[in-house]
Structures are given as structure tokens and as C-alpha cells.
């Protein structure tokens, strides 16, 4: 059973850092690009970072030298490591394949407070 487990969110304050994680099950990611999406209330879902099966990575603007993906092939982990927080960055956030999305986890609810 294909399973997306995320985990580390919680209620930080601006300025904090946080490091989500992602445990994949029942599939094999080496060769899978992924990435972390989230969504706030009211707004639809959105890619915040990416990283492609060879480690190359890819940030949304709104993140971008704030935010730092990463991955651990063997234990098939995603990470997210976020610094600086703001309080938009407050939302629940999922991670997934870029293409062909497996079911969606869970996901982990971040809170950011001023």
C-alpha cells in the first residue's frame, strides 16, 4: 500500500524555523522527482519546492532562500527545511511526486504567529 506520511509542522513564531519530513511507504522514490506542496485556507494547493530524482532543486518565489529541500533515498524520507517563517507561510503542507500523484497524505498543519 502506497502511503505519504508528513510530520514537524507545529505553531512557531515569525522568524522561527521549522524541518518537516516526509516518509514514503510501499513505493520506492530514488527515481521519482518530489516535492512539498501546501494549502492555506481558502487558496488552492500549491508546489513551494522541488527535487528532482538527480537533487536538483527548485523553489516558488514566495520561499525561494528561505526554504530548503532535501531527500534520503535509502530511508525514503523528504525533507523541508524552513527558516525565517512569515505568517503567510502559515498553512497544511503535503509532499507528493510532481507528476502522476500518489494518494495524499495527511499532511502536517504549520502555523506561523506574529
Known amino acids: 500500500q502506497v502511503q505519504l506520511v508528513e510530520s514537524g509542522g507545529g505553531l512557531v513564531q515569525a522568524g522561527g524555523s521549522l524541518r518537516l519530513s516526509c516518509a514514503a511507504s510501499?513505493?520506492?522514490?530514488?527515481?521519482?522527482?518530489m516535492g512539498w506542496y501546501r494549502q492555506a485556507p481558502g487558496k488552492q494547493r500549491e508546489l513551494v519546492a522541488s527535487i528532482t530524482s538527480g537533487g536538483s532543486t527548485n523553489y516558488a518565489d514566495s520561499v525561494k532562500g528561505r526554504f530548503t529541500i532535501s531527500r534520503d533515498n535509502a530511508k525514503r524520507m523528504v525533507y523541508l527545511q524552513m527558516n525565517s517563517l512569515k505568517v503567510e507561510d502559515t498553512a497544511v503542507y503535503y509532499c507528493?511526486?510532481?507528476?502522476?500523484?500518489?494518494?495524499w497524505g495527511p499532511g502536517t498543519q504549520v502555523t506561523v504567529s506574529s
Open positions: 510501499g513505493i520506492i522514490i530514488r527515481f521519482t522527482d
Open positions: 507528493n511526486r510532481l507528476q502522476y500523484f500518489l494518494p
